[in-house]
């Protein structure tokens, strides 16, 4: 038994280096990008439960900020928006009737989508929508969970041959170790599966000025004086 104990301490200090082995094999496996669209479309979800994923893992975001000419109107648009394409609103502020802020959760499916509906409710500042790249850590993580698991199964064995009351208590310090650290890369996994699934729309809501009457007129005035200057850009 005590060689056992050595044996097991042994493959201990060398499992870090086979888990960065594999991970770094895993890396290098050929990938293609993703659209949102195809990325949890199919059988994706499942491929990433056995660990034969074959395309890249994207975050997905967008930040609007949009000008609007009704802002009570819009805010109604945007909560039917999200209910429309089954998303949440996870975040909201605002301050008066003057502006709001939201922070959205949409189904990576739906993101292209719900995006282009927002960007339509009014003049539209800015608009920034980026795909953060993950595979790397996502194909890491994956790895070093399998090999945790593999390893209290081995220690699950050995405790069950155990007969000596030092390497009983030895075994089960390993096991709650080990379990410990499955939990954390479940929770880690499980909020990075969340991320990918559910892309973050940060929006920002501003009403636009409502002009008066000489608001007009030097309005006119100066798209006037623009043309005299500039007849096509």
Same mark, same amino acid.
């Given at each position: 038994?005590?060689?056992?104990?050595?044996?097991?301490?042994?493959?201990?200090?060398?499992?870090?280096?086979?888990?960065?082995?594999?991970?770094?094999?895993?890396?290098?496996?050929?990938?293609?990008?993703?659209?949102?669209?195809?990325?949890?479309?199919?059988?994706?979800?499942?491929?990433?439960?056995?660990?034969?994923? +074959?395309?890249?893992?994207?975050?997905?975001?967008?930040? $609007?900020? *949009?000008? &609007?000419?009704?802002? =009570? #109107? /819009?805010? !109604?648009?945007?909560?039917?928006?999200?209910?429309?394409?089954?998303?949440?609103?996870?975040?909201?502020? +605002?301050?008066?009737?003057?502006?709001?802020?939201?922070? $959205?959760? *949409?189904? &990576?499916?739906?993101? =292209? #989508? /719900?995006? !282009?509906?927002?960007?339509?409710?009014?003049?539209?500042?800015?608009?920034?929508?980026?795909?953060?790249?993950?595979?790397?850590?996502?194909?890491?993580?994956?790895?070093?969970?399998?090999?945790?698991?593999?390893?209290?199964?081995?220690? !699950?064995?050995?405790?069950?041959?155990?007969?000596?009351?030092?390497?009983?208590?030895?075994?089960?310090?390993?096991?709650?170790?080990?379990?410990?650290?499955?939990?954390?890369?479940?929770?880690?996994?499980?909020?990075?599966?969340?991320?990918?699934?559910?892309?973050?729309?940060?929006?920002?809501?501003?009403?636009?000025?409502?002009?008066?009457?000489?608001?007009?007129?030097?309005?006119?005035?100066?798209?006037?004086?623009?043309?005299?200057?500039?007849?096509?850009?």
């Amino acid at each position: 038994m005590k060689n056992a104990v050595r044996a097991l301490l042994l493959f201990l200090a060398l499992s870090p280096l086979l888990s960065g082995c594999r991970s770094k094999m895993a890396g290098m496996a050929p990938m293609v990008s993703a659209a949102p669209e195809s990325q949890v479309g199919g059988d994706f979800s499942r491929k990433r439960a056995e660990g034969a994923l +074959d395309e890249r893992v994207l975050i997905w975001s967008a930040n $609007l900020n *949009i000008t &609007v000419s009704n802002l =009570p #109107a /819009a805010t !109604e648009q945007v909560a039917a928006v999200t209910v429309r394409h089954q998303g949440l609103i996870e975040s909201q502020s +605002d301050s008066g009737e003057s502006s709001a802020d939201y922070t $959205l959760r *949409i189904p &990576v499916t739906a993101f =292209p #989508a /719900a995006v !282009e509906e927002l960007c339509a409710l009014g003049e539209i500042k800015y608009r920034i929508v980026s795909g953060e790249d993950v595979t790397a850590q996502y194909v890491d993580l994956q790895a070093r969970l399998k090999s945790k698991k593999d390893l209290r199964i081995r220690y !699950e064995a050995l405790l069950a041959k155990a007969v000596d009351v030092k390497d009983l208590l030895a075994i089960e310090t390993e096991i709650n170790r080990v379990q410990t650290e499955l939990e954390q890369m479940e929770a880690q996994l499980k909020m990075m599966n969340g991320q990918i699934e559910y892309s973050v729309v940060r929006l920002s809501l501003s009403r636009a000025p409502v002009r008066g009457p000489l608001g007009f007129v030097f309005h006119g005035i100066g798209w006037v004086i623009e043309k005299l200057f500039v007849i096509r850009d």
